[in-house]
């Protein structure tokens, strides 16, 4: 399958990694949109959160599991935003589930 952050997954293409588990892998998002900027990604393939379901709950729930996990390594004790697109009109660049984790500023109240 031709997806990169399955190629990220599998070390095909390199990432600055700041978390890795069994179930999921996180790395510093190549385009920051803010001073501490990083994905979280289940390492299997799920397109969105939209396509979560009986079969994959558990997987995903892992990946719930690492983000507070993966705001600790970062130092985020003031707090985060998490965001996850779905499709086009959501701004989902990268079809492989993915959640953005964004700190290290006091970020804008407009989600739009
Ligand atoms: P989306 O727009 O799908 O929610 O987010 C995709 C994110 O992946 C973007 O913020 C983009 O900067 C990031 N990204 C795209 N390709 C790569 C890559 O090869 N490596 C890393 N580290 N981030 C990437
Ligand atoms: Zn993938």
Redesign the pocket.
Known sequence: MNC?FCK?VNGE?P??KVYEDEYCLA?????P?APV?V?VVPKTHIESVDRTDAENIDTVAKVLLALPKVAKALSLENGYRV???VGEDG????KHL?F?ILGGIKLAEKLN
Do not use: P, R, Y
Not at 91 to 94: A, L, M
């Open positions: 990169i990220i293409i990432c600055s790395f510093k998002d190549l385009n949109a900027h994905l965001i996850t697109n701004g989902q660049t990268v993915h953005h």
